[in-house]
């Protein structure tokens, strides 16, 4: 299978634990993106990477968040601390682009997470 | 700010009808708009992407327009299965923030047998 991977698919935990996240994107791919979505509604971004570089982050992406991609290959998000409004489907994308070239964006099958 | 809305937010449909799905968006500087389709607890599979300077895509029984100047687009799907049961997500990609994507909240769509 060559397209996006994320693991878990589901994570429960408990309010104040901290989750990690994976996201190996498409292996030629150098941009990568993650999202959030809460029931019923499309997806919001969180932040983006360049090859290694993380250079657009969303006022979403709380301090008790952190994301990494440090071989700018697969990357990882991290929530500190959770809290029940953490509660969503965290989605993974990647694209391949030079410059100012935006090219479609290829999405993964998710990461459920649950705070009780 | 770029707003993208989906009306209506869910339809119904028997097997075999034309159907459109509309979205619209504030903000007309666009580069490209994209239309997804989510399966209940999956992710997102893209449909057809339409570049600013394009009017539409096809692909299959699907078609997309974009009217950018209006600030609309449509997804038209043809001879419609109970397959296509989904929800229908369109997204825009704004100059400006243009490394990210900003979705509409979808519409759900039931095709029924």
């Known amino acids: 299978d060559t397209g996006v991977s994320q693991n878990p698919r589901h994570k429960i935990t408990k309010r104040g634990q901290n989750v990690t996240f994976r996201c190996d994107p498409i292996s030629e791919h150098n941009r990568l993106y993650w999202y959030r979505q809460t029931l019923g509604q499309g997806p919001e971004f969180l932040t983006y990477?360049?090859?290694?570089?993380?250079?657009?982050k969303s006022r979403l992406l709380s301090d008790r968040f952190s994301a990494e991609r440090p071989k700018g290959s697969f990357s990882t998000l991290e929530i500190q601390r959770t809290e029940q409004g953490d509660s969503a489907m965290y989605l993974c994308?990647?694209?391949?682009?030079?410059?100012?070239?935006?090219?479609?964006?290829?999405f993964g099958p998710g990461t459920r997470l649950t705070v009780l | 700010k770029q707003e993208v809305t989906q009306i209506p937010a869910a339809l119904s449909v028997p097997e075999g009808e034309n159907l459109v799905l509309n979205c619209s968006f504030t903000?007309?500087?666009?580069?490209?708009l994209q239309w997804f389709r989510q399966d209940p607890g999956k992710g997102l599979t893209s449909l057809l992407l339409?570049?600013?300077?394009?009017r539409e895509q096809t692909s299959g029984r699907l078609n997309a327009s974009l009217d950018k100047s209006s600030g609309r687009s449509t997804l038209y799907i043809a001879a419609s299965q109970p397959g296509d049961s989904a929800t229908y997500l369109c997204a825009v990609r704004v100059r400006g923030s243009a490394r990210q994507l900003t979705f509409g909240s979808g519409t759900q769509l039931t095709v029924l047998p």
């Open positions: 339409i570049q600013s300077s394009q």
């Open positions: 903000d007309s500087a666009i580069y490209n």
């Open positions: 994308a990647s694209s391949l682009g030079t410059g100012s070239s935006y090219n479609e964006q290829f």
């Open positions: 990477f360049q090859n290694e570089a993380q250079l657009e």
